[in-house]
DNA sequence: ATCTTGATTGAATGCTCATTCAGTGGATGA
DNA sequence: TCATCCACTGAATGAGCATTCAATCAAGAT
C-alpha cells in the first residue's frame, strides 16, 4: 500500500521538463505543484529512480488525458518527460506494467485522500460524509486529467482483471466505511437503507465525476458539491442542511 | 438521425455466426434477439450490405466490452462475425469509421429507447420520469456488453472530438427536457432547482451504470431502478412513492 | 585523477496490424 | 446457360510501435 507516497523525497524538482504537455485546461494549471517549480533540475541528466518513475508516470497520465489510451506510445510517455525512448523500459519492464503501476498511482492517491478526508474530521459520521465527498471534488483529485485517466482505465476493467482487482479491494472497502456511517445516521438501524444510501451516494460522485469529464461546460467542482449536499439533506434533514441556493 | 432504425429489414436472421464470441455473461444472453434466432442465414455467404454492417458493429460491441478498445482489432471484429479480415475494411472506410458507427449507432439506440419512454407514458411529467428511470435500466440498453462500450468511448472522448460531438448534443437535449419534466414538477417554478433535480438525477443513472460495469456482484439493475424511485421520492414526496423494501 | 555504478541514449530489430486488391464465387436476370 | 454484379476472400504490403542493447555519460567513491 502506498508504494509512491512512502516517505520518498519528493524535493521541489521540476519532473516536467517538456512544457509541451502542459497544456490542459487554465483551471488546472496548479495541481501537482511538488513537480513544477522551478529548480535547476530542470537540466538534470539523471534523477534518482523512484523520481524518475514518478514523472514517467504523471508523462502517463498526462498522454492519456490527451491523446487517449489507445493513442498512448512509450516514446510519447519519455517525450512528455523531455527523455528518450528507452527510458520507459528502463524503469517499467514494459508497457502493460507501466500502465499498471499508473492505475496504482492513482487508487493510492485516492486512498490517501480517503483517509485525510476521515481523520480530519473526528469521530463525526456526518462531517466525515461531508468531508469525504468534498474530498471527492478536490482540484487535486477530480479534474480533467485525472478523470480522463480513470475512465480509460473503466474501459478496459472488464477486459482486463489486473485493472480491476486493483480497485476491486478498495471500492469494497471504501462501500463497508460508508454503510457503517450511514448506519450510525439512520435511527432505526435500518442496514439495508444505510447500504442503499452507500450505494446512492457513491453513484452519485461517480456519475457527477463523469459529468466534469464529459460535459465541464455544464458542470463544475462547486456545483458537484452542492449536488451531493443538497443530496445529503434530503435523505438526512435531522443532520445536514440544504447548502447555498444563492450561486 | 437514426440511420440504423430506418425501416431496413431486420429480419430474424442469426447474425451471430460464430458463437465463440456470444460467452457473455448468462444473464445478458437474451439481448438483441433479432439477430439471433435460428435461420438458413447462418450458412448464408452474402448479405445485403446494411445487415451485414450492422452485424459487425454487433461484432464490434462483442470485441471492445470482451478484450477493450485497446485489443480490439479489425480480424478479431471479423472472425467475430465469422467472416475474413478483407470484410471489415470492404464495408467501412477504416477502423476509425467503424468505432465512430459504432458509437452512433449506441447512442441511436439509446434515443430511440428515451423517445419510445417519454411517447409510453402520456403527458404526465412524473410518470416519464419514472419510465425515462426504467428504460435506463432495460436490459437492451443497459447490459455489460454495451457499458463496457460506452465507458471505452468516455475514455477517449476527451481526445476525440468525434466520439464527444456525437453525444454532446444529445446529451443538452436529454438535459433540457429533464429541466422541463422537473420544472413542471417543482410548484414553486424554481428553475435552479429543476436544472439541479435533472443534473443529479441523470448523474445517478450514470453513476449507477458504471456501478453495474465494475461491481456486478453488489449490482444489479433492479437496484438500480429502486434507488432512483427511492431518489425521487425523496425529492418529490408529493409525487412519488418509495419504492418496495421488501427485497 | 581514476574507477565504479547506474542512469540514459537512440539506432536497430522484429513483430503486430490496418489496409489493399486481384481473384473467387454466389445470386439474379436475360 | 451465360453474363453481370457484388459480396467476399486472404495473401501481400508496409507503416507503426514496443522492446533491446551496446555505447555514452554523470556522479560519487577511492
Redo the contacts with the bound molecule.
Keep these: 500500500m502506498g508504494i509512491f507516497h512512502c516517505g520518498m523525497p519528493q524535493s521541489d524538482l521540476n519532473l516536467h521538463q517538456n512544457s509541451v504537455n502542459r497544456d490542459t485546461t487554465a483551471k488546472e494549471s496548479s495541481e501537482k505543484d511538488l513537480v513544477r517549480t522551478q529548480s535547476p533540475a530542470n537540466s538534470?541528466?539523471?534523477?534518482p529512480?523512484e523520481l524518475?518513475r514518478l514523472q514517467l508516470i504523471e508523462s502517463t497520465i498526462d498522454c492519456i488525458a490527451k491523446r487517449g489510451l489507445t493513442d498512448t506510445?512509450?516514446?510519447d510517455v519519455a517525450a512528455g518527460a523531455g527523455?528518450?525512448?528507452?527510458?520507459v523500459?528502463?524503469?517499467f519492464d514494459?508497457?502493460?506494467t507501466l500502465l499498471a503501476e499508473t492505475l496504482r498511482y492513482l487508487a493510492d492517491e485516492y486512498h490517501q485522500a480517503w483517509i485525510e478526508a476521515r481523520n480530519e474530521s473526528d469521530e463525526d459520521p456526518a462531517k466525515q460524509l461531508l468531508s469525504l465527498t468534498r474530498m471527492n471534488f478536490e482540484p487535486r483529485i477530480c479534474n480533467q486529467r485525472r478523470i480522463a485517466v480513470w475512465y480509460a482505465f473503466f474501459g478496459e476493467a472488464r477486459s482486463r482483471p489486473t485493472y480491476s482487482n486493483l480497485c476491486q479491494q478498495l471500492d469494497d472497502d471504501y462501500l463497508d466505511q460508508m454503510r457503517t456511517l450511514f448506519g450510525s445516521l439512520f435511527d432505526d438501524g435500518n442496514e439495508r437503507r444505510a447500504h442503499r444510501a452507500s450505494l446512492m451516494l457513491m453513484a452519485l460522485w461517480d456519475g457527477l465525476w463523469q459529468n466534469i469529464l464529459l460535459n465541464p461546460d455544464v458542470f463544475n467542482t462547486d456545483e458537484a458539491v452542492r449536488a451531493c449536499e443538497h443530496w445529503l439533506a434530503c435523505m438526512l434533514p435531522e443532520h445536514f442542511k440544504q447548502p447555498d441556493n444563492s450561486a
Excluded: D, E
Design positions: 538534470q541528466r539523471t534523477l529512480r524518475r506510445r512509450m516514446a527523455l528518450s525512448v528507452g527510458i523500459n528502463f524503469h514494459s508497457k502493460t
